[in-house]
């Protein structure tokens, strides 16, 4: 196949899982990053444990996970992947009232995990979006992306 070629395209135009049978098996990474701002109320419960729905981050936590195991049902085309690692950390910013989250994914497998890590920082996002609205009608969810990626033929890269 031909760089120049959509991968998830057959010769005709039409779409298809990328056929990856043939790929060895290589030890693959990677780390996302998503920022929820919250403003100050919001933040000040949030950091306190004091919001009305509970204990928003470890919701958070939890629907990270699970998202990631489920891209393949929510992404259309992605393979799907027995995951052998998901963690998800959460960094709060006193000075923006706003959360980093970061997920790392792992995987021996024969394709990457950056679609994992990406899907469950975005709905760990959500989550405390939806934990934290009845407080804050203007929180907004920023800066989702790849943090960094390793494994299979393309190697390492970092943002």
Excluded at 19 to 48: H, I, Q, Y
Excluded at 125 to 153: N, P
């Amino acid at each position: 196949m031909t760089r120049d070629r959509l991968t998830h395209l057959d010769p005709s135009g039409k779409a298809r899982m990328v056929d990856v049978s043939a790929k060895k098996s290589t030890l693959r990474e990677a780390e996302a990053s998503a920022r929820v701002v919250l403003g100050e109320r919001a933040f000040n419960m949030l950091m306190e444990g004091g919001l009305p729905k509970g204990d928003a981050m470890a919701a958070a936590r939890i629907a990270g996970i699970m998202a990631a195991k489920k891209v393949d049902e929510l992404i259309p085309l992605c393979h799907p992947l027995p995951l052998q690692s998901v963690e998800l950390d959460f960094r709060a910013d006193d000075q923006a009232k706003a959360v980093e989250i970061r997920a790392r994914t792992k995987i021996n497998n024969v394709t990457g995990v950056e679609m994992e890590a990406m899907t469950a920082v975005s709905v760990a996002a959500l989550t405390i979006y939806d934990m934290c609205k009845s407080v804050e009608k203007g929180i907004f969810i920023e800066k989702i992306r790849l943090e960094f990626k390793t494994g299979g033929k393309s190697g390492t890269w970092t943002r």
